[in-house]
């Protein structure tokens, strides 16, 4: 015991801030956010339970996963979501069952159908329209830069004359 | 074809604009139900009184269907609405019990009156979930066949009933043929 106090006594102040770092960051913080008062079989259902309650939003919350809030409805879809991970449901099946009778509204992310199409891919087709704008002037300003200027016989001629009466 | 290349960008923002502009009147807490034109959820539990009740025990014509609880203080504004409804016949009236205890429930009804041919008891939610209830009050209008053909989510009172309810019965009534 003695030999350990000494040994923490010869620590400098650097090795002592860097402990108390590594200690901070061993401490597991977000297993202590959440108590489920839900018994699990394993591991991996208890998992999935996170995984949906995380993604799935409350539907009387404007924006608000059933995870954090605290109201009557998200509570009521923990439970079922408990109740069906149990009876062995698959996360498609209780996705199912919740957009049933909730539709589009209880997902953060909407179902790709054709009606949501545009929302999961309307800002790539905007940046594609947008690089095919800017590549369509690169390519213009670079054509223009590169044309050269010919000049006829009395054009030449009558360019030589102003140059002169400039000098 | 250069004139259609000089105006696409304006034709582009004039969508994206008339699209987005309608979006801000957009009411994002308005959350469209599943069950429109679909049946009634199938139930078989106990009325507020106590009594088995079922699909069966709907009203053979189109009824309402009204969430409440007695901690709902929405619900209590909305409540001389449903008195005036079951005084005048208009319309019959079933309740769902939301999320509330048994107790408070068969109190409010005593202290308020009793406007429900009767109230469906949903202590745990449970029914609620199945008909997409995100809290009380919301109304349902459901067809003499028991099919969800309206619902409104807050409160139900004289101004909703006239222009939302008497408008929706009245479409029921043609549709049916009579």
Redesign the interface.
């Known amino acids: 015991m003695t030999i350990h106090i000494n040994s923490l006594h010869n620590l400098n102040l650097t090795s002592l801030m860097l402990l108390l770092f590594a200690l901070i960051l061993l401490t597991p913080t977000s297993a202590f956010t959440q108590v489920d008062t839900f018994q699990f079989s394993s591991e991996e259902q208890q998992q999935r339970f996170r995984q949906l309650s995380d993604e799935l939003r409350c539907?009387?919350c404007?924006n608000t996963n059933l995870t954090g809030s605290t109201?009557?409805?998200a509570e009521?879809?923990r439970?079922?979501i408990h109740r069906m991970i149990i009876e062995g449901l698959t996360d498609e099946e209780i996705e199912q069952f919740m957009?049933?009778?909730?539709?589009d509204?209880i997902f953060y992310r909407p179902r790709l159908r054709a009606d949501t199409f545009f929302l999961w891919f309307g800002p790539l087709i905007f940046l594609f329209m947008g690089g095919f704008v800017a590549y369509g002037i690169f390519r213009r300003a670079k054509a223009l830069s590169k044309i050269e200027v010919a000049f006829d016989e009395s054009q030449q001629k009558r360019l030589e004359e102003l140059l002169a009466e400039k000098l | 074809m250069n004139r259609l290349k000089f105006f696409l960008p304006v034709i582009i923002f004039i969508g994206l604009a008339a699209t987005l502009w309608k979006g801000l009147y957009l009411d994002p807490k308005e959350l469209p139900s599943m069950l429109i034109d679909k049946p009634m959820p199938e139930f078989a539990l106990t009325s507020v009184q106590g009594l088995p009740v079922g699909n069966a025990d709907l009203p053979d014509q189109a009824f309402l269907l009204n969430v409440w609880g007695s901690y709902c203080l929405p619900c209590l504004i909305e409540h001389p609405t449903f008195m005036r409804l079951l005084e005048e016949g208009q319309i019959p009236v079933v309740g769902v019990n939301y999320r509330d205890q048994k107790e408070l429930a068969i109190e409010w009804l005593q202290d308020n009156g009793d406007p429900f041919s009767f109230s469906i008891l949903d202590e745990d939610g449970r029914f609620g979930i199945d008909l997409g209830v995100y809290g009380a009050p919301e109304t349902y209008l459901v067809d003499a066949n028991g099919v969800i053909r309206y619902r409104h989510v807050s409160v139900l009172d004289e101004t909703v009933w006239k222009e939302e309810f008497m408008p929706a019965i009245a479409e029921l009534e043609i549709k049916s043929g009579k």
């Open positions: 539907p009387m404007q109201g009557g409805v009521d879809l439970r079922e957009f049933e009778r909730y539709g509204f």
